[in-house]
């Protein structure tokens, strides 16, 4: 067995685990990454792509800005579109010059494994039988096993970043832990197509045949939505029919349709909704998708991440810098304020754009009442805006 000795453990390289070993790195604390899928599919897998600002913010400080600056696609508002009419929320103007940058997930895992590539500093990918113990006493440990080879990763501190089915999470005591969840009767299908972006922002649409959304990843790549059954079979929705229907629910009396274009990817993702309670445990601090899960409506999955990690990564500091544990003890309940802020936020954009199965004609009427009220209204808007740009870091 091979045996590794350093101050961090951490578990998981999606953004969260790579993004604390970037930060730990800065602050000049030694960490060890391991991560249970192959470097390809940490990388190629699509998944979120809205930057609030304070993850441009900490990603530019950082020196993880440079691609940023120059293939993001900076967003200084977006649409609601209802009733054959889109209407624009201005994120600059109602809070102060905040907006949000479109930049995937990808792209963000990419620089961050260049950044810790650049280190030195050890990457485990492909990692099996991955687990942890005595993160409840002084001497936790990480196992796993890698091309064939045992290892053993004695750590302070194990940071638990591997996402809802990792094993971090339930290592804990279920006696130690309350998980709140909410399961929504619908999913999203989602496609990645060639096409050039026909709206400069993002439009998100309530229709009566349900929710539709408008996003992009670049100057040539469209990323759109339509809301289905949590369990719709991907087989019945060929290319024409995915379109013809996207066309049908963001097809606006103003004039503007998405632009069509070879369907790449295409998929169904459920949604849901998970708060873990405490984010700590002893020594296992929890981050990310191990601790939390949002609907992607709200688009704060990623951001929630980061700014966990952050606040994580400043308490290690503020521990081995100057021996405070105050931070370290405060993370759990700091985090879950701002974790349930984003939760509201992201359960009251899901429930007013999406159509609930059995939903009768007044809880339609009643969604596009709030929308109008939404979109009229000063400070409905400025709500919107500030929880849309900023939530997470709050």
């Known amino acids: 067995m091979t045996r590794h000795r350093t101050q961090v453990g951490i578990v998981g390289a999606g953004p969260a685990g790579l993004f604390l070993g970037h930060l730990l790195h800065l602050e000049g604390i030694d960490s060890i990454v391991i991560e249970s899928r192959s470097q390809e599919y940490v990388v190629e897998r699509v998944r979120a792509g809205v930057l609030e600002q304070g993850t441009v913010d900490l990603m530019t400080q950082t020196g993880l800005g440079d691609r940023l600056r120059r293939e993001g696609i900076r967003h200084g508002g977006v649409y609601l579109a209802f009733l054959g009419r889109r209407h624009r929320i201005d994120f600059e103007e109602l809070t102060g010059g905040r907006a949000i940058t479109i930049y995937g997930q990808n792209e963000v895992v990419k620089d961050l494994i260049a950044a810790r590539n650049a280190t030195g500093r ?55 832990v309350c998980v709140y969840e909410r399961d929504y009767p619908f999913g999203w299908l989602g496609i990645l197509a060639k096409a050039a972006p026909s709206s400069g922002e993002l439009v998100y649409a309530l229709h009566e045949r349900g929710f539709a959304l408008f996003s ?58 998970v708060v873990v309670e405490p984010m700590r445990h002893g020594a296992l601090f929890l981050a990310g998708d191990a601790a939390h899960i949002v609907p992607p409506t709200g688009a704060k999955g990623l951001n929630l991440a980061v700014a966990d990690v952050r606040a994580l990564a400043i308490a290690l500091a503020a521990h081995y810098r100057q021996n405070r544990r105050d931070l370290l003890d405060q993370y759990s309940d700091q985090r879950l304020r701002s974790v349930w802020r984003a939760q509201r936020f992201s359960w009251w954009m899901t429930s007013m754009l999406h159509r609930a ?24 808007m400025t709500s919107l805006a500030e929880n849309y740009v900023g939530t997470a870091f709050e």
Not at 220 to 231: F, H, K, N, S
Not at 235 to 254: H, K, P, V, Y
């Open 357 to 380: 199965p059995g939903g009768n004609p007044f809880d339609y009427r009643r969604q596009i009442a709030e929308l109008e009220y939404v979109t009229s209204s000063r400070a409905a």
């Open 216 to 273: 992009m990843r670049s100057a040539g790549v469209t990323r759109l939505y339509l809301q289905c059954a949590p369990d719709e079979d991907i087989g019945r929705w060929n290319d024409d029919a995915i379109w013809s229907e996207l066309e049908t629910r963001l097809g606006m009396l103003d004039g503007w349709r998405p632009n069509r274009g070879d369907v790449v990817q295409k998929g169904v993702t459920g949604m849901r909704s």
């Open 122 to 176: 050890p990457l485990y990918y492909s990692a099996e039988q991955v687990s942890i113990a005595d993160f409840d006493g002084s001497h936790p440990r990480i196992r796993f096993q890698c091309a064939d080879e045992q290892h053993e990763i004695a750590c302070d501190f194990i940071a638990g970043c591997d996402g809802s089915h990792g094993v971090c999470r339930p290592s804990i005591p279920a006696d130690r």
